[in-house]
């Protein structure tokens, strides 16, 4: 299952990156975070101390890129 990342600062929309990757291992890899914090993320799972409320810190969108099958019906 492939995912695409965007990582930009939601006041003036500055991205620093969009792109997609094979799964939540190798886009861990490519942020140096755990498997488990960008799970949490792309799952949108609340926390107590919710780390992605900080002023400075940027907004990260994962989402699911879903392939469509031969009925050109998602999966």
Do not use: W
């Not at 992605?52 to 994962?62: L, V």
Request: aromatic share 14%; hydrophobic share 30%; charged share 35%.
């Amino acid at each position: 299952m492939r995912f695409n990342c965007k990582i930009y600062h939601p006041e003036n929309n500055f991205v620093l990156m969009n792109e997609e990757f094979e799964s939540l291992k190798h886009l861990s890899k490519e942020l140096g975070l755990t498997y488990n914090q960008v799970a949490d993320i792309s799952s949108d799972k609340k926390r107590i101390t919710d780390y992605r409320k900080f002023k400075y810190f940027p907004k990260i969108e994962i989402t699911k890129i879903y392939k469509k099958s031969k009925d050109n019906k998602e999966e």
